[in-house]
């Protein structure tokens, strides 16, 4: 791109995989916000981001969202170069997620910050200004 639009830089982009993600339940409501949440690791390793991915799914006991707890949906994906997890969750409001991430259990926490390589986390949330919606 740089090349076809001199001047131009871009910061920390990034290509992604989908990995895995929670089953979404059906006649869930819209999102209320969106959170993503960045795990970055010591190097590249598609293999151990993917095994992270794992290991958050084995701690939190589910593959399926809870819309009553405030969790829509979550997708999961890893970067190209395997350095990066990336968690696009959609929550029925920014209070719930706050919560959520507040009464996490220690078993779910430690397998997010305590896995081996993880370097850092950013967690940031967005609430849609917009949405559309599709006729079947």
Do not use: K, Q
């Amino acid at each position: 791109m740089e090349a076809t639009v001199p001047g131009i830089r871009h910061r920390r982009a990034t290509g992604y995989l989908p990995y895995r993600h929670t089953a979404e339940p059906a006649g869930a409501p819209p999102a209320g916000c969106l959170a993503t949440i960045t795990v970055d690791f010591d190097g590249p390793n598609t293999r151990r981001a993917r095994d992270w991915i794992d290991g958050v799914f084995a701690a939190s006991g589910t593959d399926r969202a809870s819309p009553a707890a405030g969790l829509i949906a979550a997708h999961f994906h890893v970067s190209l170069d395997g350095i990066r997890v990336l968690n696009l969750a959609e929550w029925t409001s920014a209070r719930a997620h706050r919560e959520a991430a507040e009464a996490a259990a220690p078993r779910l926490r430690d397998a997010a910050r305590r896995f081996p390589g993880v370097v850092g986390t950013a967690v940031r949330r967005f609430v849609p200004y917009r949405g559309i919606t599709f006729a079947d």
